[in-house]
């Protein structure tokens, strides 16, 4: 079963930049499909991106697109999520899942391994 730790939130300024890791260890990291969710106080988690098992295909929500790239480095076991020109609407708890599926997944029960998130604030 794999394990996921993410790391890289903090706090920043409307327009700037943030780049979350997720390592993943205890299981073969090509075999599964990599995704990031969010969720704000008060509000349901919802899909942020997603990779392919393969790295070959990619997914994300209308919010974030042109904003948000995720990647991975499955010699790194870790999969990354490069955030430009945040908003004060990107301030959520982002965690990194984990599917056996190989599809880039925008659904949340496709995910069943899930990290414990890490905080991101941006203030205006």
């Known amino acids: 079963q794999v394990q996921l730790v993410e790391s890289g939130g903090g706090l920043v300024q409307v327009g700037g930049s943030l780049r979350l890791s997720c390592a993943a260890s205890?299981?073969?990291?090509?075999?599964?499909?990599m995704g990031w969710f969010r969720q704000a106080p008060g509000k349901e988690r919802e899909f942020v991106a997603a990779v392919s098992r393969t790295g070959g295909s990619t997914n994300y929500p209308d919010s974030v697109k042109g904003r948000f790239t995720i990647s991975r480095d499955d010699a790194k076991n870790t999969v990354y999520l490069q955030m430009n020109t945040l908003k004060p609407e990107d301030t959520a708890v982002y965690y990194c899942?984990?599917?056996?599926?190989?599809?880039?997944?925008?659904?949340?029960?496709?995910?069943?391994?899930w990290g414990q998130g890490t905080q991101v604030t941006v203030s205006s």
């Open positions: 899942a984990a599917s056996r599926f190989p599809i880039a997944s925008t659904a949340v029960q496709m995910y069943p391994y």
């Open positions: 205890g299981g073969t990291f090509s075999n599964y499909a």
